[in-house]
């Protein structure tokens, strides 16, 4: 993945508009400011939704960077 990627801002990636308004939400301004959390404080977001996690996920794989994405709260 091209590490810039991580600190575009989040309205100029393809995801869809739904996961960048709860983005915006949540002040998440680049992929970089997700990634610092686990999945699993991330899906306990009430408006995180389990398909929006998906959509990162698939973002990241087709990246190159699902090794990213934090699995545990270590």
Do not use: G
């Amino acid at each position: 993945m091209d590490q810039t990627i991580l600190q575009k801002p989040i309205p100029e990636l393809p995801l869809s508009n739904s996961f960048k308004e709860m983005a915006h939400r949540h002040d998440f301004r680049t992929l970089q400011d997700i990634l610092v959390w686990p999945a699993s404080v991330l899906l306990m977001h009430e408006d995180f939704t389990q398909h929006q996690f998906q959509e990162l996920r698939n973002f990241l794989i087709q990246n190159n960077s699902l090794h990213l994405l934090k699995t545990s709260n270590s």
